[in-house]
């Protein structure tokens, strides 16, 4: 029981319900198709791109996530295509999404670029009743009885995406549709709202500093405050702040809670021009678990093309 009560509280201070807690990347501002559709095509290549997270490892039934995806561009630059899969488990819930992006690009300038995307697919979501046993021969007849129920549910995201060389923004939704109260899924939707730019600081050292803000108007904003510093072309290093505001001053359980959420020590290396590898720390600001580590990985490959792309570079976002 102490380990579910802990796991509760936990998703409680990341400002997610447990029934509709989202997936959370620290890196995903290394492949933004997971959480924005209109992301896809944007890097101009044909990209792979894998994570896996263990949060809170050490903790049973913390929550780990992985995902895979594939993006690029159709040669006439107007239309991005992706496909994306993922993977979330915490305890005793399981969803899985299989979802195909699109994103019409705009030109609207000599280098600002404007793609409206969205993403369909399905989403299967499973509550496995066993695993809910806390033990001691405690154990409750109408749980055991459940075993495992699943259901199955479409899936829909949107959002929008800008970007310049050396700037970008996005807005995006998701579950939009996609409800099934039978066993409790609910799931609502989450609105992210991400910023960031790259400057040069010398000839060889670049900052990118962002942001990006979580919302579902039904707990507090959650905020992730980002600075990456490139160094020559082939390694990022940075970090972020998560955190939580009652930005639009949401009514909710736990208000009182510590907003803290993590600190996040990143690194990326391009082994190649196509390779990428990254690795992320998260520090965890709760005092139940701030003992526990969490780790995510991740590796991204482009097949780049000889002829020279519209963007500086592909890397930068």
């Known amino acids: 029981m102490k380990r579910i009560l802990i796991i509760l509280t936990a998703v409680l201070f990341t400002g997610s319900a447990w029934a509709q807690h989202r997936a959370q990347f620290s890196q995903y501002i290394f492949n933004q198709l997971v959480i924005n559709p209109a992301y896809a095509g944007s890097k101009e290549t044909l990209t792979l791109n894998a994570f896996h997270r263990t949060q809170w490892a050490g903790l049973d039934g ?13 040669r006439n ?10 993977r979330d488990e915490i305890f005793a819930q399981n969803r899985k999404n299989i979802e195909v992006d699109a994103a019409v690009k705009l030109p609207v300038s000599e280098t600002g ?12 979501f499973a509550v496995d009743g066993k695993k809910l046993i806390t033990g001691n021969d405690m154990e409750d007849p109408a749980v055991v009885a459940a075993q495992k129920e699943t259901t199955w549910s479409p899936s829909l995201k949107a959002g929008i995406f800008f970007h310049t060389e050396r700037f970008y923004a996005g807005v995006s ?7 099934d109260k039978d066993i409790n899924y609910d799931p609502e939707r989450h609105y992210f709202l991400n910023v960031g730019y790259v400057a040069d600081i010398s000839h060889n050292i670049k900052v990118k500093p962002s942001i990006m803000l979580k919302e579902n108007f039904d707990g507090p904003t959650n905020v992730d405050f980002n600075v990456f510093f490139l160094f020559g072309e082939r390694i990022w290093l940075g970090g972020s702040y998560r955190t939580a505001m009652n930005i639009f001053k949401n009514d909710f359980e736990g208000k009182g809670l510590s907003s803290k959420d993590a600190l996040v020590a990143m690194a990326e290396l391009y082994v190649t021009k196509r390779l990428r590898v990254g690795y992320a720390h998260d520090f965890t600001l709760h005092g139940n678990l701030n003992d526990l580590s969490t780790h995510e990985i991740s590796v991204g490959y482009s097949f780049l093309k000889k002829e020279q792309t519209k963007m500086v570079t592909p890397r930068y976002f």
């Open 113 to 124: 670029v404007l793609s409206l995307g969205l993403a369909a697919g399905v989403s299967h």
């Open 77 to 86: 630059k107007r239309l991005g295509l992706g496909f994306h899969a993922s």
């Open 173 to 179: 939704v998701t579950d939009l549709i996609g409800i």
């Open 62 to 74: 913390a929550p780990n996530t992985q995902t895979f995806s594939i993006d690029g561009l159709t």
